[in-house]
């Protein structure tokens, strides 16, 4: 290394005065270079897909255990969260296939209408009536659905799919 920098420095004028034209990359360079690249994003957008489908699994598994009774009103607030996150991952694929670019814009987008730092079903208190309690996570689910839907559609509509 001390070599390399010792011939640097004492060629010094011999690189600045040297035109950039001549500084040619050897051949097929760039072509690998693009390669790797292409390799991976690929790498990238398959952890994306992976990790929203794997944050969306855990959402429906944090509601189902904060319900913990087979009610059919628990079982229709799962099917909802478990709607959120099938649509979740079907934007990010969507977005992923036809404009790779905008992923990260998109999952930003989705994480700000699903994100909970705390499910909704445990901030309820005990007290409240299990049928008023369902009513309450139904509603609160199915505004967050909605939302996806809209981004979904919007998606669809700016890119004419």
């Known amino acids: ?75 229709n607030v799962a099917r909802m969260v478990q709607r959120m996150a099938d649509c979740e991952v079907e934007i990010m694929s969507m977005v992923e296939m036809h404009n790779p670019q905008d992923v990260e814009v998109a999952g930003s987008t989705i994480r700000s209408i699903t994100a909970e730092a705390i499910p909704m079903a445990s901030l309820l208190p005990e007290e409240l009536p299990s049928k008023e309690r369902m009513r309450i ?13 809209r981004v979904k559609s919007l998606y669809l509509e700016i890119n004419e799919l």
């Open 137 to 149: 996570l139904k509603e609160y689910y199915g505004q967050k659905i909605e939302a996806l839907e």
């Open 1 to 75: 290394m001390d070599d390399l920098k010792k011939y640097i420095s004492e060629h010094r004028d011999d690189f600045d005065s040297m035109p950039l034209s001549s500084m040619s990359l050897p051949s097929g360079s760039k072509e690998r270079f693009m390669a790797k690249v292409k390799r991976r994003n690929k790498v990238k957008r398959l952890g994306r897909i992976n990790c929203a489908a794997i944050s969306s699994a855990a959402a429906v598994l944090a509601v189902v255990a904060v319900l913990r009774y087979e009610t059919d009103e628990g079982v």
